[in-house]
């Protein structure tokens, strides 16, 4: 069955700007998570969602930061007045409640 | 607080060797263990995992050994082929703090033919 989708797979933005990356979860998985990948770093939590439950947002590195989840699908993560420390790979990844966490093949993003 | 170290960084061998990778972690209440390999350009994909209940697992030329006491657990890739080369990352789930993995910071393994 099909995977973890992300859009775009890249972006590159002017600093100051406002992006919105994009996840979709493997149907039927009611946990979502977001994470981040800096160049030649590991993975960084910044939240997670479960079913209808508040979001864990303990990662988000600043108020810049935010995520939505609408109808319990389709994640959006958004990073307004983007800075070039910004840059890295935004890594989606979903799952059944505390089973494997499967990724998406993540989202570029670059801030000029 | 949360914490998992990995090493080495960096694993060069030879086709048909052995490697092993190691990682640490912090919290004792920790009960979910996976590994991830990644590859250029791709999302982590998971290889094989663990749960503290068990202190070892295998699947074809991949183990896990876990040790809870020492509260370390590493990876072990036997025959090694050059489509190995990869990172591979560890992970710990703190179950107490939700479901987020802490990640290891990867080890990039090199396999020469």
């Known amino acids: ?112 | 607080g949360e914490n998992v170290e990995q090493h080495p960084s960096t694993l060069s061998v030879q086709e048909g060797d052995s490697a092993v990778i190691k990682c640490t972690y912090s919290d004792s209440a920790s009960n979910y263990f996976p590994w991830y390999k990644q590859e250029l350009g791709k999302g982590p994909q998971l290889i094989i995992d663990i749960r503290s209940n068990v202190g070892e697992k295998k699947d074809q030329r991949i183990a896990v050994t876990l040790n809870k006491t020492a509260k370390h657990f590493s990876l072990h890739i036997t025959e090694t082929q050059p489509e190995d080369s990869a990172v591979y990352f560890c992970a710990a789930i703190f179950s107490y703090n939700t479901d987020k993995l802490i990640f290891g910071t990867g080890t990039r393994l090199q396999v020469f033919p």
């Open chain 1, 1 to 112: 069955g099909a995977g973890v989708s992300q859009s775009p797979s890249n972006k590159v933005t002017e600093k100051g700007k406002d992006v919105e990356l994009r996840c979709d979860p493997i149907s039927g998985h009611t946990a979502l998570y977001w994470y981040r990948q800096s160049l030649g770093q590991g993975l960084e939590f910044l939240i997670y969602f479960q079913g209808n439950s508040a979001p864990d947002k303990s990662g988000l590195p600043s108020d810049r930061f935010s995520a939505e989840r609408t109808g319990g699908s389709v994640s959006t993560l958004t990073i307004q007045r983007t800075q070039q420390e910004d840059s890295a790979v935004y890594l989606c990844a979903s799952s059944l409640p505390t089973d494997t966490q499967y990724f998406g093949p993540g989202t570029r993003l670059t801030v000029l």
